[in-house]
């Protein structure tokens, strides 16, 4: 057993206790390396099918590509795919700076989406490499009523006894992918052929190392344009993944303000 | 691919953990572009000196006040192999975010102040590592030079330390001293500082760590997640904890004890397989209808796990009331949850000696001995053989209160006396239950009309009739005839309704029958005064169905009649059903077929000792 094969009965065994003692549960999928590898770990997990509702929180401002692997993999792999409208900028906290606000859209219709269909589960595919708030999370991580994460009280989570239970208009935060990194991911993505968005792979010099939404992502310079050429890039570059994030860095305590607020 | 180490940083706040960390980091060129200035910055806003623990430290409260709160980890490459860095707060208020990320790792660095010494949470933290099965150890003995690079200092503090790692079972694999704000002895030696220092560097040290060895060897081991349907097929899912799961083999289900033969491996996408090992999460098949359910452990047949009710176990207690003998708390542990009650404390560690005394309070923070009894057999493991199974949480409510480990299976006590409500006849509980072979118990059927519950509630009868039990089926046909004639359907009667039958119920229990009763029972409060009333011999069985399945079969056309008005109140068309909140046994009818059903609640009756004289445990 490989290092990719431990991460991966990891995930499984996370998403099946995730799954019958958690409900009603969905999961977030963005499109993106991560969570495109989630489902797909989802599928091992459950023998082929997602037994529970694909959400994507939608900006209307994923680039067109992205839509359009959306839609063929939801075809090509039945998912039971809802898309879930996030409210307008106007309506998000103004003390924040601007393309954090603008991310926050996303905390807001996730908190919409909560509100309406009652879920007790959210499976999320951050990574605890991705940035060093979510390498303080839990992998069953309770939220309050508003979305908010107390991050200062966090229950204690030992061994794989995972505790499930949460209070009434409480939910959880489910991590299955915590323990992966980048490499992982892009590793384990080539190993198993999981499809990803094109973007990913450079043309004239550039590609997305981290997908974001097209008003607060840029890309990358790079001449990879295989998964294996990631992975060699990744082997030797010394720049963080989220570079190119732009909400990461407009102030030191800008991301810790969106994840506590119930970002993800 | 190099193996992978996870390594927890752990030890007294305040004694560098956090610097050792960013030492490593940065000495291994593991640091990426940026991170180094973007620190610097962080600290100038503040107005502090350079710290290194803000690579880690990333709250905006832990760079305020310069304190480690919650365990976090970062990834580090270094030519040996890959470090994943666990970095944990030494705070003795932030205990339970030191063990949460213990109790992830496969060693363990202990930092210790060559200046300031062996301190309270040094002791603690080792004492906790014992306890979350951590045995690789390597000791930093750091900010060497507060004591002028002293050989004599750090001969002193590895003296001490090895002798109170050794006396709970801890053989170190190496003392490094080191003084991680300037480097020295870090990722590099320092020969200028410490020339009377010839052993490893930190990382030298932590690179010849001998990697986690599987379990393939040992039992299987495996505690069922749960059961996915997969056209007819019954496939059970769970993660292989130890030993190796092999199509043909005989394996055995606990607390039921039935056996089978794994019929399949089955894998998505589908990929022959004859064999799966320690560490893999598998999916299979069993080539006999037996009822497996999620909590079960499946094991060789011939190397079950131990039966029992009661067991000794050492915890950390962190819940903020003292815990004491007689109080009841939730157990998780493998995929399973029982009722547990403290039957008694044994020891308490004296955190200044790491000796165990004889104590009955365990304040928070404390790691103590104690032993744990159940109303119900649990398939139990110690920690050392299984760990994946031997260790529990305590939950008090919603909180978790305590992690442990299983030292030692316990005989299973006799539960008849103590769980029949003492009365003052000459024949009593014990005595009728010995002559019965099993316990009087109220098993009490609860959920929608035309759910099933008298269809199961008769079929169960029926099973262990056939097995030479006493038992007595009480349903609406029985009672209303009879006992509750003078009783309508309002809402006062139907209560008072319920009421009569929990008594009734509660006497057939005590005379030593199984009484099944079937009734609706929609409301919470009603069904809680029955449980009164029968006491521990009560067991709520939740008939789950789909309102509109239970709609469509309505075999006695009541349905029908509510929508047309005509059954004012009728539970689940114009009366509300208030769904159990924790009820002993669930039937999901969605899930299960009618057989299934009648299986589960006969194994649930084998696996809580009401048949105690015929389980073959007692």
Redo the contacts between chains.
């Keep these: 057993?490989?290092?990719l094969?431990?991460l991966?009965?990891?995930s499984?065994?996370i998403l099946?206790?995730a799954?019958?003692r958690v409900a009603p549960l969905c999961m977030l999928w963005s499109m993106g390396k991560d969570s495109t590898a989630l489902l797909w770990l989802a599928?091992?997990?459950?023998?082929?099918t997602v037994p529970f509702p694909v959400v994507l929180l939608d900006t209307d401002m994923e680039l067109p590509e992205v839509y359009h692997f959306r839609d063929e993999l939801a075809t090509a792999w039945q998912l039971n795919l809802h898309n879930e409208p996030c409210p307008p900028e106007s309506t998000i906290d103004p003390t924040l700076p601007p393309a954090t606000r603008a991310a926050a859209r996303k905390t807001a219709g996730l908190r919409a989406l909560i509100a309406r269909e009652g879920y007790r589960g959210i499976l999320v595919g951050i990574r605890?490499?991705e940035q060093?708030?979510r390498?303080?999370e839990?992998v069953f991580s309770p939220r309050m009523p508003d979305g908010s994460w107390d991050?200062?009280h966090?229950?204690?989570?030992?061994?794989?006894?995972y505790?499930t239970?949460?209070?009434d208009g409480h939910h959880l935060r489910i991590h299955p992918l915590l323990?992966w990194?980048e490499i992982d991911i892009w590793k384990y993505t080539e190993r198993e052929r999981i499809p990803i968005v094109p973007l990913y792979l450079a043309r004239d010099g550039r590609r997305y190392r981290s997908l974001g939404e097209k008003n607060i992502t840029v890309p990358i310079q790079s001449q990879a344009s295989s998964i294996a050429e990631i992975i060699a890039e990744l082997e030797t570059t010394?720049?963080?993944e989220r570079?190119g994030r732009l909400m990461d860095h407009e102030t030191?305590?800008a991301f810790?303000r969106l994840r506590t607020g119930g970002y993800m | 691919m190099n193996a992978q180490l996870r390594l927890v940083v752990v030890g007294h706040v305040d004694h560098g953990k956090s610097t050792v960390i960013g030492r490593l980091l940065h000495d291994t060129g593991n640091l990426p572009d940026g991170k180094l200035e973007e620190l610097q910055n962080a600290c100038r806003r503040r107005g502090v000196p350079f710290e290194w623990s803000f690579v880690l430290d990333a709250l905006q409260s832990e760079r305020d006040q310069a304190v480690t709160i919650d365990t976090t980890r970062i990834w580090m490459r270094t030519p040996g192999r890959d470090i994943v860095l666990i970095d944990a707060p030494g705070h003795k208020e932030f205990l339970r975010n030191m063990v949460t990320g213990a109790s992830d790792a496969d060693a363990a660095l202990l930092v210790v102040d060559a200046h300031d010494g062996v301190s309270e949470q040094t002791r603690r933290h080792a004492l906790l590592l014992e306890l979350l099965g951590l045995e690789r150890v390597v000791v930093a003995v750091n900010k060497m030079d507060r004591v002028g690079y002293s050989a004599a200092r750090f001969s002193e503090i590895r003296a001490e330390l090895g002798a109170l790692l050794e006396r709970i079972g801890i053989v170190p694999a190496g003392f490094v001293p080191t003084a991680a704000r300037e480097g020295a002895n870090v990722a590099h030696a320092a020969a200028d500082t410490m020339p009377w220092y010839d052993g490893e560097t930190l990382l030298g040290a932590l690179s010849a760590l001998p990697p986690s060895a599987r379990r393939d060897g040992g039992a299987l081991r495996i505690a069922v997640q749960g059961v996915i349907r997969r056209d007819l097929e019954r496939v059970i899912v769970g993660r292989i904890e130890s030993g190796t799961l092999a199509v043909g083999r005989p394996v055995a289900i606990s607390p039921s004890r039935h056996t089978a033969r794994v019929a399949a491996i089955v894998s998505w996408p589908a990929r022959q397989r004859v064999e799966a090992h320690a560490g893999e999460s598998v999916a299979l098949t069993l080539d006999a209808p037996l009822f497996v359910d999620r909590g079960d452990v499946l094991s060789d047949a011939a190397r079950p796990p131990a039966l029992s009710d009661t067991f000794r176990a050492r915890l950390l207690w962190l819940g903020a009331r003292p815990l004491r003998a007689g109080d009841a708390y939730r157990m998780r542990f493998g995929t399973r949850t029982a009722q547990v009650e403290v039957a008694r404390v044994d020891r308490v560690f004296d955190i200044e000696t790491l000796h165990s005394e004889a104590g009955d309070g365990v304040r928070s923070s404390d790691v103590a001995e104690i032993v744990l009894a159940s109303p119900e057999l649990l398939p139990l493991d110690r920690a050392v053989e299984h760990p994946g199974l031997g260790r529990f949480i305590l939950l008090d409510g919603l909180d978790i209160v305590a992690g442990g480990t299983v030292l030692e299976v316990l005989p299973a006590r006799a539960h008849v006396s103590r769980d029949l409500v003492p009365v003052a006849h000459t024949v009593d509980g014990e005595a009728r239950a010995r002559r019965n072979g099993h316990r009087g118990a109220v098993l009490w059927f609860t959920g929608l009309p035309a759910s099933g519950k008298s269809t199961i509630a008769m079929a169960v009868e029926r099973r262990l009739f056939e097995r030479g039990f006493a038992t007595y089926v009480l349903d609406g046909d029985n009672v209303r005839a009879g006992l509750c004639r003078d009783l309508g359907f309002s809402a006062a009667d139907r209560r008072e309704n319920i009421r009569r039958v929990g008594e009734v119920a509660a006497l057939f229990a005590d005379a030593g029958t199984i009484v099944l009763a079937a009734f609706i029972s929609p409301y919470r409060a009603d069904r809680a005064e029955a449980r009164r009333a029968a006491g521990s011999a009560f067991h709520e069985v939740f008939v789950k169905a789909d309102a509109a399945l239970c709609e469509r079969r309505d075999p006695k056309g009541h349905y029908k009649k509510a929508r047309a008005g005509e059954l004012p109140d009728f539970t689940g068309v114009t009366g509300e059903y208030e769904e159990p909140v924790d009820p002993e046994l669930v039937l999901d009818s969605g899930a299960l077929s009618p057989e299934e059903a009648v299986e589960a609640v006969l194994a649930y009756v084998d696996a809580r000792a009401i048949a105690f004289a015929r389980s073959g445990v007692s």
């Design positions: 057993m490989d290092l094969d431990d991966e009965a990891r499984v065994a099946r206790e799954y019958f599928r091992k997990a459950f023998l082929g605890r490499d060093s708030t390498a303080k839990r991050v200062k966090q229950p204690a989570e030992l061994w794989d006894v505790h239970d949460v209070a323990d990194t010394r720049a963080p570079a030191e305590d810790e």
